[in-house]
């Protein structure tokens, strides 16, 4: 089973920034996409962002549009998450996400991902 990994998560002021990065434990890895969720406390998963993998595609969630940068390192089987310009509201625990089960474009959809991190948490402070 493939795991995925994040990292970078923690806490910084509002208008400060952060880059989140998750990688998985296989060597070879294939999905359709991945993608980052986060989920503040009471309240249910969100998505925001998603980038396909294999192929030129990224999706960003409105309240994040603008802010925070997708991008992958096929490579090293990593994606990363640009966060800039955090605000409160930002405080959450974020996923990595992979959807391996397809076929999908790029999913914005929990259903969609068969594959969790544990999550990391960003706090953003006043």
């Known amino acids: 089973q493939v795991q995925l990994v994040e990292s970078g998560g923690g806490l910084v002021q509002a208008g400060g920034s952060l880059r989140l990065s998750c990688t998985t434990s296989?060597?070879?890895?294939?999905?359709?996409?991945m993608g980052w969720f986060r989920q503040a406390p009471g309240k249910e998963r969100e998505f925001v962002a998603a980038?396909?993998?294999?192929?030129?595609?990224?999706k960003t969630g409105d309240s994040v549009k603008g802010r925070f940068i997708i991008s992958r390192d096929e490579t090293s089987n990593t994606i990363y998450l640009q966060m800039n310009s955090l605000k409160p509201e930002d405080t959450a625990v974020y996923y990595c996400?992979?959807?391996?089960?397809?076929?999908?474009?790029?999913?914005?959809?929990?259903?969609?991902?068969?594959?969790w991190g544990q999550g990391t948490q960003v706090t953003v402070s006043l």
């Open positions: 996400a992979a959807a391996t089960r397809g076929p999908w474009n790029t999913p914005l959809s929990t259903f969609q991902y068969n594959i």
């Open positions: 296989e060597r070879t890895f294939s999905a359709y996409a």
């Open positions: 980038v396909r993998w294999g192929r030129i595609g990224s």
